[in-house]
């Protein structure tokens, strides 16, 4: 049986890629920060299925305890290690730009010095993300393109991105990125645009909340369902070649169109109920991400299976169901 350790495993990928890892036979270690609050709802469904339980392993770890991840290392001699460990959201990190890197970048840098010291036979995902194209007006944005971060967040994911290059070029370890074009679900956290909006049609229609307020309508990304890209985190680590890979569905749309179907798909009028608030605008914007998944398709034989207006109106029906229930 292989074993797998997630970092960040209480985040919406973590959850969704110990669900397929266990449906795949792993014993899979899932590593959590410690938080007043318990914030495992994302994974509580594997607690309460007795086959599941038996093969997850939850333990307490940290990004910035280099002694800790060292210990994990020792103690759970992993197969496969995905670092999906995050301070994720890009507007936050204008506002705490040190944690964002200490977590991101650093946290990184520690886990690969343990990875390299403890079990370099095992093989290593990084969790890289499209953001760190940032500023670059060329698109679509493949694996070839220029990375010109637009905020700490990026700025913090390009230097784990490099220092996972260097380490694999340097010290020949099986570590390959996955280049994620924004991923969404019923899991996403609620201040991420997509489930802020459906989240807010759903309540709106329900009668509990009657506004919602966003920032910049215009901003154009490249949106997918989170199931279907831990599947291509997977089949990273079951090439022979450890490489980087561009995660994406090739389709790019406004924030305004996810709007218009969400609200469409719930009978509601944006107009009556959408406010722009001039605070949630960012101090820099990363105006259009478009991804060209042509490598993922060729050499990993990955597509993803759900589409923009698929995902949408999935996600809004989840967090309907979640009120009625
Ligand atoms: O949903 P977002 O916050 O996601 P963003 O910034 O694109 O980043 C996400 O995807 C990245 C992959 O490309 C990940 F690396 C990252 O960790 C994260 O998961 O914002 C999407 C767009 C932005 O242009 C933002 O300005 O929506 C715009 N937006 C408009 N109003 C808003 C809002 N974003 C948020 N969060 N909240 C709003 O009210």
Redesign the pocket.
């Known amino acids: 049986m292989k074993t797998a350790l997630i970092t960040g495993i209480t985040g919406q990928d973590g959850s969704y890629l110990a669900d397929l890892l266990l449906s795949k036979g792993y014993k899979v270690v899932g590593v959590k920060r410690r938080t007043s609050l318990i914030s495992t709802d994302r994974i509580d469904h594997v607690f309460n299925d007795p086959d599941l339980i038996m093969n997850f392993n939850l333990v307490y770890g940290n990004m910035n305890d280099s002694g800790c991840l060292h210990r994990l290392l020792i103690e759970h001699q992993p197969d496969e290690i995905y670092n999906l460990a995050?301070q994720?959201?890009?507007?936050v990190s204008f506002d705490t730009p040190e944690e964002t890197t200490e977590i991101v970048a650093m946290g990184t840098l520690r886990l690969l010095e343990a990875y390299r010291n403890i079990c370099p036979e095992a093989k290593f995902y990084q969790a890289s993300?499209?953001?760190m194209f940032g500023d670059n007006p060329e698109n679509p944005q493949s694996e070839a393109t220029r990375l010109m971060p637009a905020s700490p967040?990026?700025c913090a994911?390009t230097y784990a991105h490099n220092l996972c290059r260097n380490y694999r070029e340097s010290y020949g370890l099986h570590i390959s990125s996955g280049i994620?074009?924004?991923?969404e679900s019923p899991r996403r956290g609620e201040?991420?645009?997509?489930r802020?909006i459906t989240r807010a049609a759903a309540r709106i229609k329900m009668g509990l909340q009657d506004s919602l307020?966003?920032?910049?309508?215009d901003?154009k990304?490249d949106w997918g369902f989170a199931g279907d890209y831990v599947e291509a985190m997977w089949m990273m680590l079951q090439q022979e070649v450890p490489d980087d890979y561009v995660v994406a569905t090739g389709e790019t749309h406004t924030?305004k169109e996810f709007l218009e179907v969400v609200f469409k798909h719930a009978g509601l009028d944006i107009d009556e109920y959408v406010k722009i608030?001039e605070r949630?605008?960012?101090p820099h914007?990363?105006p259009l991400?478009l991804g060209d998944p042509t490598k993922a398709k060729e050499k990993l034989g990955w597509e993803p299976k759900t589409r923009f207006e698929g995902l949408a109106k999935l996600m809004y029906d989840a967090d309907l169901r979640g009120l009625v229930r």
């Open positions: 995050a994720s959201h890009v507007r993300s499209s953001e967040y990026a994911k994620l074009f924004n991923h201040t991420f645009v997509t802020k307020y966003l920032g910049n309508l901003a990304r924030v608030d949630l605008f960012r914007e990363v991400l």
